[in-house]
T-cell receptor, first 117, second 113 residues
Framework: KAGVTQTPRYLIKTRGQQVTLSCSPISGHRSVSWYQQTPGQGLQFLFEYFSETQRNKGNFPGRFSGRQFSNSRSEMNVSTLELGDSALYLC????????????????FGPGTRLTVT | EDQVTQSPEALRLQEGESSSLNCSYTVSGLRGLFWYRQDPGKGPEFLFTLYSAGEEKEKERLKATLTKKESFLHITAPKPEDSATYLCAVQAGSLGYGNKLVFGAGTILRVKS
């Protein structure tokens, strides 16, 4: 079974620009979660999408947004980039529903390394 | 607020020298405690999920245990290829609440031959 894929793997943007990152979950997984990883703050939850609806949201400004498509693929958008947005952005997928607790086990993609200059 | 604290921050071991990593947590309604391994520049790799106190899981040289306040990741006779950052995360709330994971800062493990 193919794992979680993320594109692009590396991105360099200028302050003030916007960026869109893409995530394709494991086949059959309907939940996609996004995380930001920085050396100072570690891994922090951004938001989760399930069946095209945002189900959970972390404490990030409104510049960070996302969406999910009917095939469960997800995109994340960051507008008006700031230097502090430089980070590894990780996507994780899971089944996302069901009575089994294993349905919520999350599997991560390789990440997109975003550098803002 | 859910909190996860991992110790030590860094650990250096000689090959074959067994040790343990600690993950203490404060959470309301623990649904699961997760261990991940992360290599530099890569995404976290899923290792274990523990759901209730007293539960133990093993995989090769790794064994994870869970109590009501903390989890341990025991590494038996480690090899250099076990060098990585080990991350602990908790998932709280009722089923259907969603998938938010709260991570600890991680333990950087270096195993020398």
């Amino acid at each position: 079974k193919a794992g979680v894929t993320q594109t692009p793997r590396y991105l360099i943007k200028t302050r003030g620009q916007q960026v869109t990152l893409s995530c394709s979950p494991i086949s059959g997984h309907r939940s996609v979660s996004w995380y930001q990883q920085t050396p100072g703050q570690g891994l922090q939850f951004l938001f989760e999408y399930f069946s095209e609806t945002q189900r959970n949201k972390g404490n990030f400004p409104g510049r960070f947004s996302g969406r999910q498509f009917s095939n469960s693929r997800s995109e994340m958008n960051v507008s008006t980039l700031e230097l502090g947005d430089s980070a590894l952005y990780l996507c994780a997928s899971s089944l996302g529903r069901g009575k089994g607790q294993a349905s919520y086990e999350q599997y991560f993609g390789p990440g997109t390394r975003l550098t803002v200059t | 607020e859910d909190q996860v604290t991992q110790s030590p921050e860094a650990l250096r071991l000689q090959e074959g020298e067994s040790s343990s990593l600690n993950c203490s947590y404060t959470v309301s309604g623990l649904r699961g405690l997760f261990w991940y391994r992360q290599d530099p520049g890569k995404g976290p790799e899923f290792l274990f999920t523990l759901y209730s106190a007293g539960e133990e899981k093993e995989k090769e040289r790794l064994k994870a245990t869970l109590t009501k306040k903390e989890s341990f990741l025991h590494i038996t006779a480690p090899k250099p290829e076990d060098s990585a950052t080990y991350l602990c995360a908790v998932q709280a709330g009722s089923l259907g609440y969603g998938n938010k994971l709260v991570f600890g800062a991680g333990t950087i493990l270096r195993v020398k031959s």
